[in-house]
């Protein structure tokens, strides 16, 4: 980081809030290749495993009464594929594996890195915009090999006055391309934003007069994280929706 | 002076965040306010009321990110 952390004179701990978004190379070293492996590379594969031990073992005995592992699977499904039906329609479900697993990776990433000394993937930038430039290709190839150029109409407001309709359709255009920024950012943003806060309530920590109100700081936005880290998954994986929604039924 | 220029429109942008506040307030409470006068229909909007905070909460984020931006890039 380009700011050297300044707390040592004052008594606060010496590290700056954002130091927790360093990206480290495990094996030795300090560049960062194309493939070097990091502990970006580290903490997102351990949330994919998490997926997969959840979904694989949750799902292998299938019983009746189900175990505690099985429940949070199907109420996992349940919960994606009802949001899919509700907000993209029926016809949407032949894209629910692809919100599903899109919900689920950010849904553990954003656990993942609630834990202490772990690291959030999710609040790279790099992460989320990837992840959103891929739900803006697929809605917008979807939006055209379902619809052809019926598609347009979604930038051409057809109940408004035909001289305000060039208007609309500029702020329309703006507003479609400005998607995968704000879908990105939203997610990268309210991680990194919340992991901060915590970061600078710990460097009050080491000041004793105000450390008591500190640690319940840092509990309180602790339990906050944890409510943001469900919540922007779920809104997240819900624009999906919202997008898909569009690129399906482009007339508004 | 450019780099304390720039922490000073740091701040400036924090204030974007405020406003942000005022707009998700605003859906939160005109959704309470609507569940309250009909609950039963409550439950089917709460999808609606993500979405909405999750709009008015991007140009709140715009901000931390020009702040951002200008702590550290500027």
Known sequence: MAVEAQGAEEGGLVFHPMDQFIVKPLFGGSEVGMFTITNVTL??????????????????????????????GELAYGFVYKMVEDVAGKDALAFF???????????????????????????????????????????????????????????????????LRPVLAVIEVISYFVRPVSHSIRLAGNLMAGHAVIKVFAGFAAIAVVSPISVVAITAMYGLEILVSFIQAYVFTILTCVYLKDALHPSH | MEGQLAHIGAGLAAIGSGAAAIGVGNVAGNYLAGALRNPSAAASQTATLFIGIAFAEALGIFSFLVALLLMFAV
């Open chain 1, 97 to 163: 594996p692809y919100i599903m697993t899109l919900f689920m990776f950010i849904v553990f990433a954003n656990f993942l890195g609630l834990i202490p000394m772990s690291f959030t993937t999710t609040s790279h930038f790099a992460v989320t915009v990837v992840l959103a430039l891929l739900v803006f290709v697929t809605v917008t190839v979807v939006g055209f090999v379902k619809n052809g150029s019926k598609f347009l109409g979604l930038f051409w407001v057809a109940s408004a006055p035909l001289a």
């Open chain 1, 43 to 72: 903490w997102m594969f351990l949330a994919v495993l998490a997926v997969v031990a959840l979904m694989v073992l949750g799902t292998s005995r299938r019983a009746i009464i189900p175990s505690r592992t099985q429940s949070v």
